[in-house]
C-alpha cells in the first residue's frame, strides 16, 4: 500500500512536470474508468461480506481439517473460489490449517484457487471480459489448482 | 435517476445494514463490519491504481506494446508480462483494469491471461510472507509448479479465443 502510493506520487510529479495537460487527462480517465465501476465493485464487496460472514475462519478450519483425500481437496477448491481472502489474511489461516494436520497439496489447492478464482468476483471481471470468458477463465483456473494440488501431493 | 438506479443494490444494502445497527440485529452488524473492512481496503487502493492506469494510457505509445507484448513478441513477451505482473499488489480484482488497459494498447490475447494469472499468484511483495508461514519449500514448489501452468493456461485461451472476436471492454 505505501510502495503504491509513493509510485503514485512519484509518477504523478514527474509526469505534471513534463506535460499538466497530459497528466490531467490521465487522471480523469482512470478516475472514470473507476466511477464507472464503483456500483458492481460496491455489489461484489457487499456478497463477500455476507459469504464472510456465513463462513467464518473457524468453520472453514473445521471443514477442511475434517475432510482428508479428494474430499478435502473439493471442499478447499469449493471454499477458495468462493471466498474472497487477502493474502496477508490468507498465509496465517493456512498456517493454522497445517498445524491442525491438513495437508500440504489441500493447502496449495486452497491458496491457488483462493487467488486464481472468485466466483463472487465474477460480476467485476465480466465488465471487462464479458460472462463467458469470465466463467471460462474461472473454470480453468479451478482445474489447474486442483492439478497443482495433485504434483504438489506427490511431491511434499 | 439513471445513475441512482445503479447503485440500487450498494444502496438497499446500506440501508438493511443502518437498520441492523438500529434494531441490534448481530448478524446484519458483523456483515457491516466485513463490508467496511473490503471497503477500506478498495478505497484506498484502487483510486490510486486507476489513476497510473490513467497515466499509463496517455503516457505509454502503443507501439512500444505491440511491440513487446503484442502476439509476435514470443518469450520475451511473456517474461515481461510476468515481471509487471509480479511487482504489483493487491486483490485481482485490481488487475482487470490493467488488463484492459494494456489490451486496448495492443496486448496479445496470451499475455494478457499470463498477466491475470501471474497477477494472481505469484506476487514478490507477497513471497516473504508465504515464507514464514508455510515454509520455504511449500513456497518454492508453489511458485514453480504454478509459473507454468498459467503460461499454459494462457495459450489455452489464445488458442480458444482467437477467431471468437474477443476483446477486453471498458466497463
Not at chain 1, 51 to 76: Q, R
Not at chain 1, 94 to 118: E, K, P, Q, R
Not at chain 2, 43 to 49: G, Q
Not at chain 2, 57 to 85: F, N, Q, Y
Amino acid at each position: 500500500m505505501l510502495v503504491l502510493s509513493i509510485l503514485t506520487i512519484v509518477c504523478l510529479i514527474v509526469s505534471f512536470l513534463l506535460d499538466s495537460g497530459k497528466t490531467l487527462i490521465g487522471i480523469k480517465k482512470g478516475l472514470k474508468m473507476f466511477i464507472k465501476l464503483l456500483p458492481v465493485l460496491l455489489l461484489m464487496l457487499a456478497l463477500v461480506s455476507i459469504a464472510l460472514f456465513l463462513i467464518p475462519n473457524e468453520t472453514l478450519v473445521k471443514y477442511m481439517g475434517e475432510a482428508s483425500g479428494i474430499k478435502g481437496w473439493l471442499t478447499a477448491a469449493l471454499i477458495g473460489s468462493v471466498a474472497l481472502i487477502p493474502g496477508f489474511i490468507a498465509y496465517p489461516l493456512s498456517g493454522i490449517l497445517i498445524d491442525n494436520g491438513v495437508a500440504y497439496s489441500v493447502i496449495a489447492v486452497f491458496i491457488t484457487t483462493l487467488m486464481m478464482t472468485g466466483f463472487l468476483t465474477l460480476p467485476v471481471e465480466a465488465k471487462f471480459f464479458g460472462w463467458k470468458v469470465s466463467v471460462l477463465r474461472n473454470l480453468v483456473s479451478l482445474f489447474a489448482a486442483l492439478f497443482l494440488g495433485l504434483i504438489m501431493g506427490f511431491l511434499l | 435517476m439513471k445513475k441512482i438506479q445503479k447503485y440500487i443494490f450498494p444502496i438497499i444494502f446500506l440501508i438493511l445494514i443502518g437498520l441492523s445497527y438500529l434494531f441490534d440485529f448481530t448478524a446484519g452488524k458483523q456483515i457491516g463490519i466485513n463490508f467496511w473492512m473490503f471497503f477500506k481496503e478498495m478505497i484506498l487502493f484502487l483510486p490510486l491504481m486507476f489513476i497510473l492506469i490513467g497515466l499509463f494510457d496517455v503516457w505509454v505509445p502503443r507501439e512500444k506494446i505491440e511491440k513487446h507484448i503484442g502476439s509476435g513478441s514470443g518469450w520475451k513477451g511473456t517474461g515481461l508480462v510476468i515481471l509487471l505482473a509480479t511487482l504489483q499488489a493487491g486483490p485481482l480484482y485490481g488487475a482487470f483494469p490493467f488488463a484492459y488497459i494494456l489490451w486496448k494498447k495492443g496486448c496479445s490475447i496470451r499475455n494478457i491471461f499470463i498477466y491475470l494469472g501471474a497477477f494472481a499468484t505469484i506476487k514478490i511483495p507477497m513471497i516473504t510472507f508465504e515464507i514464514g508461514f508455510l515454509g520455504l519449500k511449500f513456497s518454492l514448489l508453489r511458485t514453480l509448479i504454478t509459473l507454468p501452468v498459467f503460461i499454459l493456461i494462457g495459450y489455452f485461451m489464445e488458442w480458444y479465443l482467437k477467431d471468437k472476436d474477443f476483446e477486453v471492454k471498458q466497463p
